[in-house]
């Protein structure tokens, strides 16, 4: 894409929280992106390391990169869904996308995602994909879908595909989301649910209820893998947050989605009560893994064969 074609602002936003050691690789990544017309919001949780400080530092000294940059800190810690959502208030660009302070976007990635939208002539989100990293710093170029998820990308690329491929595996790394900003009044004038530690499936469930989301298969940012991932220190809770989301939703779609909702949240629970040590599930835990392998395998196959249906 040609410079001619920046013609809207980007915002990136940054919900920052105890990453002093990653957030200046992560902010050095937004400055490369080559997209011209960028917008850079930072909000420090309250971490109770230097994390503030360096991203004020780090702004200081790249502030001509961008057209705003505004980094301001919660009083107190807000959790991730109420942070996302201040910086949303704080963002004026026409599109948006969200980055972990530990993340980092590879270059290209947002005209990439943005050129997807206007080819389509879509107002709503698309996700790209996403290399790996950790706490050393090597970048695994695999895809982290693949890695991570063992997702089938063919089926996250196809328009009838994709509902089907997100509900079945829940395969969405963190920082790959960019979405236009009409999107927000779409639905219901709030991306974020502040109550949830994983407010990402209920986003990404209400994106897909609406047919709201699309998949290019780009390399737009890294995941940084590390213990402290929010679903690794709260795995438990996030199993059940996870279930929860599948049931209240089931509802906001066609009826053979709603049955793979009613599915996968049924398997959840499953799953949790294993985990809890309780062997009178092993059994059904075993039958449902195998369904699941062979609903998960003839909706991969429909998809490859019947892509646009």
């Known amino acids: 894409m040609t410079r001619a074609d920046d013609t809207e602002l980007v915002s990136v ?19 490369a992106e080559t997209w011209s017309r960028l917008e850079l919001v930072v909000i420090d949780d309250a971490s109770t390391d230097g994390t503030y400080a360096v991203a004020k530092e780090w702004a200081q000294s790249h502030g001509d990169r961008f057209e705003r940059v505004v980094v301001l800190r919660n009083e107190v ?15 004026r660009g026409c599109y948006i996308t969200t980055l972990a302070s530990d993340d980092l976007l590879v270059p290209g990635g947002i005209p990439a995602r943005i050129e997807h939208l206007r080819t389509t002539g879509s107002r ?74 994983a407010e990402d499936r209920d986003l990404y ?21 590390h213990g402290s991932n929010t679903g690794a220190v709260h795995f438990h809770h996030v199993r059940r947050e996870l279930e929860e989301a599948d049931r209240r939703h089931r509802s906001s779609f066609p009826r ?12 959840r629970r499953i799953e949790y009560r294993v985990d809890q040590g309780s062997r009178a599930w092993k059994v059904p835990f075993t039958a449902y893994r195998v369904l699941r392998r062979a609903v998960y395998d003839a909706h991969s196959c429909w998809t490859r064969f019947r892509p646009t249906q």
């Open 13 to 31: 936003l940054v919900p920052a929280f105890n990453h002093e050691r990653h957030i200046v690789a992560c902010l050095d990544s937004v400055a």
């Open 77 to 91: 810690n807000a959790g991730v869904g109420a942070t996302l959502n201040r910086l949303l208030r704080e963002a």
């Open 124 to 197: 709503g989100a698309v996700i790209g994909d996403c290399w790996l990293t950790d706490d050393t710093g090597l970048v695994r170029r695999d895809s982290a879908y693949v890695v991570l998820h063992g997702a089938r990308k063919h089926a996250l690329a196809a328009p009838a595909g994709i509902r089907r491929e997100v509900i079945l595996n829940w395969s969405v790394p963190g920082p790959v989301l960019l979405f236009h900003r009409d999107l927000i009044e779409r639905i219901g004038g709030h991306m974020y649910d502040e109550t949830l530690i």
């Open 205 to 225: 469930l209400r994106l897909l209820a609406l047919d709201a989301l699309r998949f290019v298969d780009l390399p737009v940012a890294v995941y940084r893998l």
């Open 256 to 267: 053979g989605l709603a049955m793979m909702l009613g599915f996968v949240a049924a398997g």
